[in-house]
């Protein structure tokens, strides 16, 4: 037994005590120079198509259109939802059954989503099946079937869940945070619809919708995983060629800008256990250059639930508020970013009688960002905004979504190298002045549901987005005071 | 800012309730749906909640929906932080007026002001003769001096006076002298033409002062008080 004890230790010692023993494999600055490079190819049509190539045996492949509930008008608000369900209902060629069959016998994964500016249709599958994959969804995107009952039967399931959906407050309180902030202009309509447009959409609308959306120029094919990018240039050619790219009667829709109303709607149910609240202001659009301080400003305020086991030892100074004096069960700070405007807020859901605090710790963390924020809290910023980055792409799922969106919003991938830098180039000052650029004395959007009685007067919120010294009014009123009065007396 | 705070049963007659059954998509023979009720009752669906549109409130550079706020928001800002630091100013110096008004109610009324002076006609009043009036409850001497009494006075040692002033500091025209009639030691009325040094004499206790009121021999420490006076024309003094 001693013998063995002996040999065992003889053979792990080493590697206990080696110096690499819990380092990574791979350095953080070697992980950024080593990601492999996107390509992007302009197809004659003005389909893009772009691929990662990672190795992996499996890959993602999907295509990405720049269409959302942004595009639609009041009437027909909720068509690309609607349009998302019936996707998958049967194409020209096959019906639902054979393109059920196809899908589960390679194993694949076949999914959408839709959102204010992007609609995405995407598989996951193996890399050998790469062309199988791509002709798919050049049949599901350009040859609908559009049943007419199954167009009916999708009502219902609509219908449904728009009903289910309104037990996730969360994203409640968030589309209500949209419809106020942006009210009057398309970015306030939720991607859902409402329920009158789930009864009434047609077949018609449906193919209006397509036939006006769906052009080549406003799509990508993207892939990430074990593809190669020229094999997936070929199948674009073979596949979408087809694809309009001239709109009917020249009628391009253009995206007017949104306009930003400081205001705020409350709706206030006292039987819910939480109340969810939001308050936001205008943020910067996605290619903004001011996108990334705000960023590193979001990782600075953080995150918190209460799962978190830091405690009082959180690094965020509004967590630890929230742990110390019981502010909230959850916060997070967010900025959804569209093309031309954003919104830069914190969300956070907490009791109802702690709901005033929690907005004044808020907004204090807010100014705080922008006055008296430190080195040390943007160099913590910096690295939790760098490890989420680089730890976000995690699979070949989240590598096409982030290619496919960038290519939207940018023209191209912004690699991790370029993220690293222009986090790096952020100071302190930086922070502070671009946050004042968009929080200081601005005119916020708030949205509450659940037991909000306690949430403070707008009024109050609106005298929480800037800081004023009593002294200085003190002095300044003093002062004007006193001219004012010499000057009447001159002229008694 | 704008408000709408929306509860589930006061909107409940302009949103339709998202109850649509249907038939059940799972399985055959399921019952039909029933709507799911949320904790607190049914709840309708919140995307067909419509923001009312408030276009009639607006300020004309945010009422069109196509254009940012961003721009004009700092012009607005300004035009509210002016309009209200105007009425903070103007309003503090009202209040100021007011409260002064009220403060100053309690000081002396007209009437009282009006006993605190008096006017004197001086040609009432002969040469080398000293006059007695009620001025503030006290009495008031105006003596109408002859050249001899003013030269004397005019030429008296400080240094034998008790309480040294200048003859031309007590007065503003020497022909007339007028301080009040209380004798500086216990408050009794002195005497007109009495006494060693052609003043007044107070009979309490033996205060002699001179045709200029000044202590010249006796109890008192001071001098007789001169009140504010002054000479609106050459007949009339108003003392006070």
């Not at chain 1, 049949?139 to 079937?145: I, N, R």
């Not at chain 1, 807010?366 to 008296?372: E, P």
Request: charged share 20%.
């Amino acid at each position: 037994i001693i013998f063995w004890l002996c040999l065992f230790l003889v053979i792990s010692l080493p590697i206990l005590l080696s110096l690499r023993r819990g380092q990574a494999s791979v350095s953080y600055a070697q992980s950024l120079v080593g990601a492999p490079e996107t390509h992007l190819t302009t197809l004659d049509n003005g389909l893009r198509v772009a691929s990662e190539e990672t190795g992996h045996a499996t890959c993602t492949v999907g295509l990405w259109i720049s269409v959302g509930s942004r595009y639609e008008s009041e009437k027909n608000n909720g068509a690309g939802f609607f349009l998302e369900h019936m996707a998958f209902k049967g194409t020209k060629k096959r019906p639902q059954t054979a393109l059920e069959q196809q899908v589960e016998s390679m194993g694949a994964h076949l999914s959408a989503y839709t959102s204010r500016e992007h609609t995405a249709y995407y598989m996951k599958t193996l890399a050998k099946d790469l062309p199988k994959a791509v002709e798919l969804l050049s049949e599901v995107v350009q040859s609908c079937s559009l049943n007419e009952a199954e167009i009916e039967q999708q009502r219902g399931v609509v219908l449904r869940e728009l009903e289910e959906v309104e037990s996730n407050l969360q994203d409640v309180c968030l589309d209500l945070l949209h419809a106020t902030a942006f009210q009057g202009t398309p970015l306030s309509q939720s991607v859902l619809g409402p329920s009158k447009n789930a009864r009434t959409l047609t077949r018609q609308d449906l193919v209006d919708y397509i036939n006006s959306h769906y052009k080549a120029t406003r799509m990508v094919l993207t892939a990430a995983g074990g593809v190669n990018h020229e094999e997936l240039v070929g199948l674009a050619k073979s596949h979408f060629s087809g694809l309009s790219f001239e709109y009917e009667g020249d009628a391009i829709p253009l995206l007017s800008p949104c306009r930003f109303t400081g205001s705020e709607i409350r709706m206030r149910d006292d039987a819910l256990p939480l109340a969810h609240v939001a308050i936001a202001v205008e943020g910067a659009s996605a290619a903004s250059p001011d996108i990334v301080p705000l960023m590193v400003a979001n990782s600075i305020i953080g995150s918190f639930d209460l799962t978190y086991g830091g405690g009082k030892h959180l690094s965020s100074r509004l967590a630890r508020l929230a742990v110390e004096e019981k502010l909230c069960h959850s916060f997070q700070a967010f900025h959804s970013s569209y093309s031309d405007t954003g919104l830069l807020g914190i969300h956070f859901v907490a009791d109802k009688h702690y709901i005033e605090d929690m907005m004044h710790w808020s907004q204090n963390a807010w100014m705080n960002l922008c006055t008296t924020v430190t080195e040390s809290d943007v160099a913590r910023g910096k690295n939790a905004l760098k490890a989420s980055l680089v730890g976000q792409l995690n699979g070949t799922t989240p590598i096409c979504d982030d290619i496919g969106r960038h290519i939207l919003n940018y023209g191209r991938r912004i690699p991790l190298a370029e993220w690293d830098a222009r986090i790096d180039a952020v100071t302190p000052k930086m922070v502070r002045d671009i946050c004042s650029k968009y929080i200081y004395d601005k005119c916020p959007a708030v949205a509450a549901v659940g037991p909000v009685e306690q949430l403070p007067d707008y009024n109050r919120m609106r005298s929480a987005m800037y800081w004023l010294s009593i002294t200085i009014i003190l002095c300044s009123l003093h002062s004007i005071y006193e001219c004012i009065y010499n000057f009447i007396l001159m002229h008694h | 800012m704008m408000s709408i705070a929306a509860r589930t049963g006061a909107l409940s007659p302009y949103l339709r309730a998202t109850q649509h059954t249907t038939k059940s998509l799972l399985s055959p023979g399921t019952k039909e749906l029933v709507p799911v009720a949320a904790p607190g009752g049914i709840r309708h669906a919140h995307t067909d909640i419509k923001i009312p549109d408030f276009s009639d409130y607006r300020r004309p550079e945010v009422v069109d929906p196509n254009k940012s706020s961003q721009d004009s928001s700092e012009g607005r800002r300004v035009f509210s932080y002016l309009v209200t630091g105007a009425t903070t100013v103007v309003g503090i110096y009202a209040a100021k007026t007011v409260v002064s008004q009220f403060v100053s109610s309690m000081s002396a009324s007209a009437d009282v002001l009006a006993l605190s002076k008096i006017e004197i006609k001086l040609s009432d009043i002969p040469e080398g003769k000293n006059m007695t009036f009620k001025w503030r409850g006290k009495p008031l001497f105006v003596r109408h001096r002859t050249e001899k009494e003013i030269s004397a006075e005019q030429s008296v040692n400080m240094g034998e006076l008790r309480d040294p002033e200048h003859d031309k500091d007590r007065v503003i025209n020497p022909k007339w002298v007028i301080v009040l009639g209380v004798c500086t030691h216990l408050g009794c009325v002195p005497i007109a033409n009495a006494g060693d040094y052609g003043g007044y004499y107070c009979p309490c206790h033996g205060s002699h002062y001179d045709a200029s009121g000044r202590i010249r021999k006796g109890p008192a420490p001071l001098n007789l008080e001169v009140p504010f006076y002054e000479f609106p024309d050459e007949d009339s003094v108003v003392v006070g």
